[in-house]
């Protein structure tokens, strides 16, 4: 089993959804966080005053699959997060030792 957390902007979060529906992947959890990397934030003006956003509104994604799936899920969220501009985010894979559902008690990858 692999935990996928990928780092995308807020408004791809309904293609990425469905395009992960589309390969068999159902749940994820989703966080707003913030943050930069190349992008290095940019500057924004209220009220007559120019200030630095140095973090900038992103959405965080879990989501645990089966090792078999990885592939699809990186292509499927790849494909529908990438807008060809800088700051579409980021994917991350790793190994997830151990999955257990708290209703049933289910284990491994029955619990996904």
Do not use: C, W
Request: without cysteine.
């Amino acid at each position: 089993m692999r935990m996928i957390t990928a780092i995308i902007k807020p408004f791809k979060l309904d293609d990425v959804r469905e395009a992960l529906t589309d390969v068999g992947i159902n749940g994820m959890t989703v966080e707003e966080v913030k943050g930069f990397g190349r992008q290095k934030g940019h500057t924004e003006l209220y009220r007559g005053a120019e200030y630095v956003i140095d973090f900038v509104p992103k959405l965080k994604l879990q989501l645990a699959v089966r090792t078999d799936q990885v592939d699809d899920a990186i292509s499927a969220i790849t494909r529908a997060a990438n807008t060809g501009k800088i700051g579409d985010g980021k994917i991350f894979v790793t190994d997830l030792e151990q999955v257990i559902r708290v209703r049933t008690g289910e284990q491994g990858t029955d619990a996904l």
